[in-house]
């Protein structure tokens, strides 16, 4: 085996056989696994830039697998597959993972279950890791799940509290209608390639249109529920029940990024008609989860409405076709996003772990005088976020609203609009954040954290400043080809601005503004409110209507019609036997009249073989 | 060593008799009460067929059923034995060993 191949393999092999190490060694002492836990994914983050710099930027593809079961007749191919995309998702997920994890010693010094909780973020890094180096469709699906398992287990980590519980179950249902389309995808792709398609090389194998279809659309209905969009983006509000740093590792870096590079791993097989289908759906996303986000009060969940529609633009990116292009600029959103969000949710997580947990945004307010260096990181990534000029966000989201302009005007006002509605909702939370006075009594007595927990914050503020200055060498690792600057680039950063304004005058300061225009447009208002009743309509229509429904009438079979034929089945031995035992008497004399009776049929049985002849 | 002519025997007439025997033993057990009457009973359907197998061996100049025999009839002693020790325990217990008095085993 080469080096190349094997230091591939420690990437993720490192913490996912470190992992119960990690739980192990917090019995000794509960310090010691965040010690461990955040050294490991430091050694993978070494393995992975080593990786990077010795093989991936000289242009050598690490491949490696083997035939998991010879003795089938389709191959199934397990193995590594480093390419450039796969190399710069295992970076960052493994950079911003060990940043998380790095806060999470700071965030969680004083849970009791601490030694857990490191263990399964070290799987869930892991686990990710393993998926974007995944070489079989069928591997990238085991690591997928386990994406899914580790993100239940974390929501549910409080699971003392019910909300947490019923937020990790939902997270873990509704990826789960996602996973089912996935695995239905992989069914289609084995049966329409012979088997070939099973490796993420071999998936040009499929040959006819409607078939590149039908996978590719089954791909993305998985990748749908993974990231968050429409209609499968409910878990992901809910899901900041959990810790905060487990919805920064979910928004940022692990999970939700999982759906777009499956995307844009599969990409060869997007045929236009479902590539149209992602653009539509990731414009949709980020107009009703943008609008979501401008009316929730729930700090997290703010964040949450932001990563739904921050992933739609990723997507938006991959749907607009341009091939290798598509796959930069989505990526490239990618990353910058996993710099902002985690910023976002660290500086969040800061200022929650000051205020006792108090997710209200109306009830806080004045923290920059209180906390000036998370303040500082939550301006920087809701600049970063917005696409402030120079700023990651930026480079990243502007270039995808630019390169949108010649695929589809429609595409490109929707996008435009989605980057007003950013920029609105964040500047309001960081408004009522940071600016006016302390509305509450942990407010007034918030204070700055400690430097474990600052110092990830500050480094990720650093890369969501400057990371605009990778942007033409990234596109230009990745194929794609850099847009030119035209004058349409100024609408997003003057919608942007002028968002930025709008949202300092009626948030900024005291103002009645934001009730005026609640009850101006009071039926719009309570339609967003309500979250478009998306939730309301899953919980009241499909879960107790049609599932509830159809498991009465399932369980109404079982218990009768299963059941019934199950005892008929029982009740006829049982009586047959009642019936039979009766010549069972205990006397001898009448068991030898039977032995004499059937030895006696024996005989005559033999005679009358042998005159037919059977027996001569 | 026994000394046997082949052909010189009337087999007819020896499963005759082991026909014989048989049969009396059969009725003999069906109509018993008593165990030890049982017993005598089944000694001779017992002996029934041993001698049938000592006449097929002659018949057939093959002295392997001869002994065959006498193994069948130790152990069939021995079984008798055995039978006759369990009847003795039943009668202490019961206070008769009629065969109709032991149908515990039944439904």
């Given at each position: 085996m080469y080096l190349s191949v094997l230091l591939t393999y420690l990437i993720f092999l490192i913490p996912l056989v470190g992992f119960p190490f990690v739980i192990g060694i917090g019995y000794i002492k509960k310090n010691y696994s965040m010690y461990l836990g955040t050294a490991l994914i430091l050694i993978s983050f070494i393995d992975a830039i080593y990786v990077f710099f010795t093989y991936t930027v000289k242009n050598v593809i690490v491949e490696s697998s083997f035939n998991?079961?010879?003795?089938?007749?389709?191959p199934i191919p397990l193995g590594v597959y480093g390419d450039h995309l796969s190399m710069i998702m295992a970076i960052m997920v493994s950079f911003v993972g060990f940043l998380i994890i790095l806060f999470s010693v700071g965030y969680m010094?004083?849970?009791?279950n601490r030694h857990v909780f490191f263990g399964e973020m070290v799987l869930f890094t892991a686990s990710m890791l393993g998926l974007v180096l995944s070489y079989s469709l069928l591997t990238l699906f085991i690591f997928w799940e386990l994406v899914g398992l580790c993100s239940y287990l974390l929501i549910g980590f409080w699971y003392y509290k019910p909300n947490a519980a019923s937020a990790a179950k939902k997270a873990f249902i509704v990826t789960r209608v996602g996973d089912v389309f996935f695995i239905a995808g992989i069914g289609a792709a084995i049966l329409y390639s012979s088997g070939a398609a099973l490796s993420v090389t071999g998936l040009?194998?499929?040959?006819?249109t409607w078939q590149r279809t039908i996978v590719s659309l089954l791909l993305f209905g998985g990748a749908i529920g993974k990231s968050a969009q429409f209609p499968l983006h409910v878990w992901i509000p809910d899901a900041m029940e959990g810790p905060t740093t487990v919805s920064a590792l979910i928004h940022a870096?692990?999970?939700?990024?999982a759906g777009v590079y499956l995307v844009a791993r599969t990409?060869?097989?997007?045929?236009p008609l479902s590539l149209s289908v992602v653009l539509y759906i990731g414009v949709f996303t980020i107009i009703l989860s943008g609008l979501i986000g401008i009316v929730v009060n729930d700090i997290k969940r703010i964040l949450a409405y932001s990563t739904i529609s921050q992933i739609g633009y990723m997507f938006a990116a991959l749907g607009l076709g341009l091939g290798a292009t598509s796959i930069g600029l989505s990526i490239y959103q990618l990353e910058a996003h996993a710099f902002f969000k985690a910023l976002l949710f660290l500086a969040a997580g800061s200022v929650l772990h000051s205020l006792l947990n108090v997710r209200d945004i109306n009830k806080m307010g004045g923290l920059w005088r209180k906390m000036p260096v998370t303040i500082t990181a939550m301006f920087i990534g809701a600049l970063a976020l917005s696409g402030f000029p120079y700023t990651a966000g930026f480079f990243s989201k502007d270039s995808i609203i630019s390169a949108s302009f010649s695929v589809s005007y429609l595409a490109w006002a929707l996008l435009a609009v989605g980057g007003f509605l950013t920029a609105l909702y964040s500047f309001r939370m960081f408004f009522r954040v940071a600016l006016g006075k302390p509305r509450s009594y942990a407010a007034e007595h918030a204070h700055e954290s400690g430097w474990i927990m600052l110092i990830p914050v500050i480094i990720l503020a650093f890369f969501s400043l400057i990371f605009g200055i990778f942007q033409n060498g990234f596109y230009t690792f990745l194929g794609a080809r850099t847009a030119e600057i035209t004058s349409l680039d100024a609408v997003p950063v003057v919608l942007m601005l002028g968002a930025m304004g709008l949202a300092y005058y009626a948030y900024?300061?005291?103002?009645s503004i934001p009730e005026k225009v609640a009850n101006g447009a009071r039926d719009f208002y309570l339609l967003v409110k309500n979250k478009f009743f998306i939730d309301t309509f899953y919980t009241n229509v499909i879960s107790e209507r049609a599932v509830l429904g159809f498991s009465a009438v399932m369980d109404g079979f079982e218990r009768r019609v299963l059941n019934g034929f199950i005892d008929l089945i029982g009740y006829f031995f049982a009586n047959a036997g009642k019936a039979v035992r009766k010549i069972q008497t205990g006397l001898a004399r009448q068991y030898a009249t039977i032995v004499l009776i059937g030895l006696i049929l024996a005989l005559i049985l033999l005679r009358m073989l042998m005159a037919v002849g059977v027996i001569p | 060593m026994i000394s046997v002519v082949a052909g010189q025997m009337n087999m007819g007439a020896v499963e005759f008799l082991s026909i014989a025997l048989l049969s009396i033993g059969i009725y003999s057990f069906l109509a018993s009460r008593t165990v030890v009457k049982a017993l005598i009973s089944v000694e001779i359907m017992i002996n029934a067929g041993l001698v049938n197998l000592v006449a097929a061996s002659s018949y057939y100049g093959n002295a392997e059923g001869a002994d065959l025999t006498l193994f069948i009839l130790v152990v069939a002693a021995a079984e008798t034995v055995v039978a006759i020790a369990l009847f003795v325990a039943v009668f202490r217990k019961k206070g008769s060993a009629g065969l109709d008095v032991m149908k515990l085993l039944r439904w």
């Open positions: 998991w079961l010879p003795s089938l007749q389709a010094r004083e849970d009791p040009t194998a499929i040959h006819a870096a692990t999970m939700v990024t990409y060869t097989i997007f045929t900024g300061r005291t103002s | -």
